[in-house]
């Protein structure tokens, strides 16, 4: 078990269907540090699972950023 293993969400803008989710997870998910990435297009916002040792949010928003979208941190 990875300690440092967080759970977090993200808001995402720019969402037209599911597709776009999925290119969303695909995209994250090529990323070192990231265990899961399930984007929700309905609720509009992706949960991530990440080693916060390998990947910062940063990188993240960049990710998605790159991939189209807009997002941000979702305080839980």
Known sequence: EDLNMIKK???IDGMHCSSC???IDMDLEDLSGIKSARTSYAKQECEMEF???KVTDKTILETIKKSGYSAAPLET
Request: zero cysteines.
């Open 9 to 11: 969400k993200f808001k």
């Open 21 to 23: 989710a999925l290119t």
């Open 51 to 53: 080693d916060s040792d």
